[in-house]
C-alpha cells in the first residue's frame, strides 16, 4: 500500500487514563475502521470508572506543535474534536483549523462527562459555540450540552426538533442531536439536522440498561473516521451509530464502578 492510500483522521481532545474514552477510545475507534489515527493532546485527565480526580491542559504553543505536526506531514481526511477544555484551548484549535483548513470537522462540545466531572469552563462556551461550531461539518451535542448551547432546557421529542433548528440558527452547519438522557421509556433516538429546509432524519436503536463510558467520544470518531474514508454525513452517522450500539452490546466493565466500557473490536 503507498502512502497516498492511507486513510488518515486526527483527534485533538482529552486523554483519559482509564482508557474508556477520549482520545484512547478515538484512536480505538480510527483503528476498527482501519484509519490510521493522529492524535493531538488537548487536556490531560487523572481517570478510573469512578471519576475525574485531576486535570492538567499542556499550554497552548504544545498543542499548536502537536496539531502542525500532523497537518505537516499527514493527509487527514477529517478531524474529531472532544474535550477542549477552556477558552484558550478552543480558540488555539480554532485558530489551527483556519490555517489547515480540513476537509471534516466533527465537533463532539464535551462539557460534563457522565460521572459528573467538569470538563469544560463555564466561561469557555461562548468560544466553543461561536468560533468552533461554525466551522465544523457536524456538532454532537447531548441534550444537556444542547441545553447550555442554546441557554434553555429540552425535555420532550418535539422540543429536540426545535433544539435543532435552534443550533442551526446559532451557527451550527449540521446537527447530530443525541437524544440518550430523554428516558421516555422508548428507544434512544438520535436527530439529524442539515438544514433549516431539509426533513430531520431520526436514527433509532433499542435502550440498552447500563451505565457506560465513552459512547460520545466514540460516536463522534465513528463519524469522522467514516467521512475521512469517504461517506456522506447520513451514512457516516447512522454506520457509526449502530458501530457505538455494537461496541456497547460487547463491552465490559474493567473497573471498580459498574461501568461498561467499550468493545472496539
Ligand atoms: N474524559 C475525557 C477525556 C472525555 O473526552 C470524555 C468525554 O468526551 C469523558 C471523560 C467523559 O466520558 P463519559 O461522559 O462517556 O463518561
Redesign the pocket.
Same mark, same amino acid.
Given at each position: 500500500m503507498n502512502s497516498s492510500q492511507v486513510v488518515c483522521a486526527l483527534t485533538i *481532545?482529552?486523554? @483519559?487514563s482509564g482508557g474508556? *474514552? #477520549?482520545?484512547q477510545a478515538d484512536l480505538k475507534t480510527f483503528a476498527a475502521y482501519r484509519v490510521h489515527g493522529l492524535s493531538a493532546i488537548a487536556?490531560l485527565?487523572a481517570?478510573h470508572t469512578r471519576g475525574?480526580t485531576a486535570v492538567h491542559l499542556p499550554d497552548t504553543g504544545f498543542l499548536r506543535a502537536q496539531i502542525d505536526a500532523c497537518f505537516d506531514d499527514f493527509r487527514i481526511g477529517a478531524v474529531k474534536l472532544?474535550?477542549l477544555a477552556s477558552a484558550e484551548v478552543i480558540l488555539a484549535v480554532a485558530d489551527a483549523l483556519e490555517v489547515h483548513r480540513p476537509a471534516h470537522v466533527v465537533l @463532539?462540545p464535551?462539557m460534563? *462527562?457522565?460521572?459528573g *466531572?467538569r470538563?469544560l469552563e463555564p466561561a469557555a462556551l461562548a468560544a466553543l459555540r461561536e468560533r468552533l461550531m461554525p466551522m465544523a461539518t457536524l456538532v454532537t451535542p447531548n441534550l444537556p450540552e444542547a441545553e447550555l448551547l442554546l441557554g434553555h432546557a429540552v425535555t420532550t421529542a418535539p422540543a429536540m426538533r426545535e433544539a435543532c433548528h435552534g443550533l442551526l440558527a446559532a451557527g451550527a452547519r449540521a446537527v447530530l442531536l443525541k437524544g440518550g438522557h430523554l428516558d421516555d421509556g422508548g428507544d434512544v433516538i438520535d436527530l439529524l439536522a442539515t438544514s433549516r429546509n431539509a426533513p430531520i432524519e431520526a436514527i433509532r436503536h433499542p435502550r440498552l440498561a447500563l451505565e457506560?463510558?465513552?459512547? #460520545?467520544?466514540t460516536l463522534a470518531s465513528a463519524i469522522a473516521a467514516n467521512l475521512a474514508l469517504g461517506a456522506d454525513l447520513s451514512t457516516a452517522c447512522r454506520v457509526a451509530s449502530d458501530y457505538v450500539h455494537r461496541a456497547l452490546l460487547g463491552g465490559y466493565r474493567p473497573g471498580q464502578a459498574d461501568?461498561v466500557v467499550l468493545d472496539h473490536f
Open positions: *481532545a482529552g486523554s @483519559d474508556g *474514552a #477520549g482520545i487536556a485527565t481517570q475525574v472532544g474535550m @463532539d464535551v460534563v *462527562a457522565t460521572s *466531572a470538563l457506560a463510558h465513552g459512547t #460520545g467520544c461501568v
